[in-house]
């Protein structure tokens, strides 16, 4: 049965009629109208520029088969564990938005009815950069004027339905509608690539790259490990009943994505500890480990941080740039992932340390020209801390863009006003988004764009810089430095 906080009507006491919805031209800009007259010159330079999209989500699978989204619950609600959390965290159960089990058990299939709930709890995105991208995209992407309600859902419903079935709203079509000029999808290291394969065929194979992700093979404590190794044998090719030959499948793989045009890897570790074990040592633990031994939490930490020394080693042979993500703690809550699996929205942020943890790599590779390594947090007492300085200091690394739940508008003030008296603006990666919803894409760099040209805008009122100069800064932070950033170093 309905609660009260479900059944509540976001329309205006006065007049019972729907309240419209309007995207106001200043948004996120500065509230100083000095500040915001400024913000808005630089934001105006940067608002069309292509976007660069380095760290996605969105499935290769998409792209290749290129059908029209299913309706606007599957596109806009349930893949968005943005969504989804805040709705669980109101009690609302996650079948009931249409999660898919893991066991295959029922959950909610009439996404009218997702939809509905969606709309009837508007309210708990009031202050969350999710209500930024949301309105964003009903507004700019489908069109819609009425703000989500229970008595506006099913007219938004159908609103946004007729849109998506028009043949310029298909994923594809959309890379042009959205000016995308390049996104990446993030791929374990047993993905056949078959997706890419077919997407290069059909000429998008400079536009639409994987990303390597090897977490699922490099975790020995994890779930379905040994069989992500066998299945690592499958598709390399090569014999991963010894160390050395796991090494030389994960070598294979990694080409693999070089030749699919991939740029980057992908890492999610829990720590960014990168401390090198003995190899005669590693290949016992790997040995002991796929014969079904016990392996501690000790011994599967110190095997995941040595292989985070590996992957950069192995960078520096094929090029590819590393992204490096620890400080959260997967899955917190057993039963939501029993039930339903990873990324669900109960991942949550730790304490992270970075210095000693990745000093074993930058002594061996931090000036090492043909290595670069990309660092993310949510952990954001270390950007004065440590990030900053690190990123300050070698000239292999450079700071991400604020992620998961710093991608917000205070999170990036912060970032901006924590680590560039440090790290400078050109230590640092630029904007890459980081969703699974594709339609929040234009929104999530819109804001950035605004929150940097706001930040700018100060830094020109304080006589710090000329206009000039923070509209080129602010042209590269949208747009250059995300290219630069994740450009293959010279192997």
Request: hydrophobic content about 40%.
């Given at each position: 049965?309905?609660?009260?906080?479900?059944?509540?009507?976001?329309?205006?006491?006065?007049?019972?009629?729907?309240?419209?919805?309007?995207?106001?031209?200043?948004?996120?800009?500065?509230?100083?109208?000095?500040?915001?007259?400024?913000?808005?010159?630089?934001?105006?330079?940067?608002?069309?520029?292509?976007?660069?999209?380095?760290h996605g989500h969105v499935e290769a699978e998409v792209f290749a088969?290129?059908?029209?989204?299913?309706?606007?619950?599957?596109?806009?609600?349930?893949?968005?564990?943005?969504?989804?959390?805040?709705?669980?965290?109101?009690?609302?159960?996650?079948?009931?938005?249409?999660?898919?089990?893991?066991?295959?058990?029922?959950?909610?299939?009439?996404?009218?009815?997702?939809?509905?709930?969606?709309?009837?709890?508007?309210?708990?995105?009031r202050g969350t950069p999710s209500r930024y991208w949301m309105e964003h995209e009903l507004a700019e992407v489908f069109g819609?004027?009425?703000?989500?309600?229970?008595?506006?859902?099913?007219?938004?419903?159908d609103q946004i339905e007729a849109r998506i079935a028009e043949p310029g709203f298909r994923p594809l079509q959309l890379l042009d509608r959205f000016s995308i000029e390049l996104i990446s999808t993030t791929d374990s290291a047993t993905s056949g690539l078959e997706h890419h394969a077919q997407l290069a065929g059909?000429?998008?194979?400079?536009?639409?790259?994987?990303?390597?992700?090897?977490?699922?093979?490099?975790?020995?404590?994890?779930?379905g490990w040994r069989a992500e190794v066998a299945a690592l044998a499958e598709v390399s090719g090569e014999d991963t009943s010894s160390y050395e030959g796991f090494l030389g499948a994960l070598r294979e793989r990694r080409r693999a994505f070089v030749e699919a045009g991939g740029l980057a890897t992908d890492h999610g570790h829990l720590t960014a500890d990168t401390t090198p074990m003995d190899r005669g040592a590693a290949a016992r633990l790997y040995a002991r480990a796929l014969a079904g031994g016990q392996v501690s939490e000790q011994e599967a930490q110190a095997f995941a941080a040595h292989m985070l020394f590996v992957n950069a080693e192995m960078s520096c042979q094929d090029g590819l740039v590393m992204q490096i993500h620890p400080g959260v703690l997967r899955d917190h809550h057993r039963g939501t992932f029993e039930r339903h699996g990873q990324d669900k929205g109960f991942d949550i942020p730790v304490a992270a340390e970075f210095t000693r943890s990745l000093r074993p790599v930058l002594e061996r590779f931090g000036h090492d020209p043909r290595f670069r390594a990309i660092l993310f947090t949510v952990?954001?007492?270390?950007?004065?801390?440590?990030?900053?300085?690190?990123?300050?200091?070698?000239?292999?690394?450079?700071?991400?863009?604020?992620?998961?739940?710093?991608?917000?508008?205070?999170g990036m003030r912060r970032f901006r006003e924590t680590?560039?008296?440090?790290?400078?603006?050109?230590?640092?990666?630029?904007?890459?988004?980081?969703?699974?919803?594709?339609?929040?894409?234009?929104?999530?760099?819109d804001l950035f764009r605004r929150i940097d040209a706001g930040y700018l805008?100060?830094?020109?009122?304080?006589?710090?810089?000329?206009?000039?100069?923070?509209?080129?800064?602010?042209?590269?932070?949208a747009y250059t430095l995300p290219k630069t950033a994740y450009s293959r170093r010279s192997a």
């Open positions: 049965m309905p609660t009260p906080l479900e059944l509540e009507l976001e329309v205006d006491a006065a007049t019972s009629s729907p309240r419209r919805l309007s995207l106001h031209p200043d948004r996120a800009l500065p509230a100083d109208g000095r500040q915001r007259a400024v913000a808005r010159e630089i934001y105006g330079q940067t608002a069309e520029l292509p976007l660069i999209c380095m088969a290129n059908q029209p989204f299913a309706d606007p619950a599957q596109l806009l609600v349930v893949p968005d564990h943005y969504v989804t959390r805040m709705l669980v965290s109101q009690g609302i159960d996650p079948a009931s938005l249409g999660v898919p089990r893991v066991d295959g058990g029922p959950v909610e299939t009439d996404s009218r009815a997702i939809w509905r709930t969606f709309c009837r709890n508007w309210r708990l995105f819609v004027d009425l703000v989500p309600s229970a008595e506006t859902a099913d007219a938004i419903y059909e000429g998008y194979g400079e536009r639409i790259i994987p990303t390597f992700r090897p977490d699922a093979a490099v975790h020995l404590d994890r779930r952990d954001e007492t270390v950007y004065s801390r440590e990030l900053a300085p690190l990123a300050g200091a070698y000239p292999s690394l450079r700071l991400g863009a604020p992620w998961w739940f710093l991608d917000s508008p205070e680590a560039t008296e440090t790290a400078g603006f050109y230590n640092t990666s630029g904007f890459v988004d980081d969703t699974r919803a594709f339609a929040s894409i234009p929104a999530r760099h805008a100060r830094l020109v009122l304080e006589h710090r810089l000329s206009l000039e100069e923070a509209v080129e800064t602010a042209v590269d932070l």
